[in-house]
Nanobody, 129 residues
């Protein structure tokens, strides 16, 4: 059974940093596109960053240059390093696992939501000004 567990969220001031982790189990990690998404109250869930089975990465314009997605296949763990955080980054952050090798975009979204079969429970990130 696939399980994804996020951790690392918290409250920080603008300009601060956080590193989110997503521990995966129940499948062959590293073979599929993995993604980080976020959802703020009243807003749609949006793709923030994705990493393909070949290690290729993609980022939303709003986080380029500030966020870095990475993974440690030996630890079955996905990361999201978030620097220079802004109040508009405040949201619940989710990691998700797809069943496709390369990440692909969706309609009006960095990552196609329909590609992702498994989701973590989310970790809250709050950035104060």
């Amino acid at each position: 059974q696939v399980q994804l567990v996020e951790s690392g969220g918290g409250s920080v001031q603008a300009g601060g940093s956080l590193r989110l982790s997503c521990a995966a189990s129940g499948y062959t990690y590293g073979s599929y596109c993995m993604g980080w998404f976020r959802q703020a109250p009243g807003k749609e869930r949006e793709g923030v960053a994705g990493i393909g089975g070949d290690g290729s990465t993609t980022y939303a314009d709003s986080v380029k240059g500030r966020f870095t997605i990475s993974q440690d296949n030996a630890k079955n763990t996905l990361y999201l390093q978030m620097n220079s955080l802004k109040p508009e980054d405040t949201a619940m952050y989710y990691c998700a696992e797809s069943e496709i090798f390369y990440c692909r975009g969706g309609l009006d979204n960095l990552l196609a939501l329909a590609d992702f079969s498994y989701w973590g429970q989310g970790t809250q990130v709050t950035v104060s000004s």
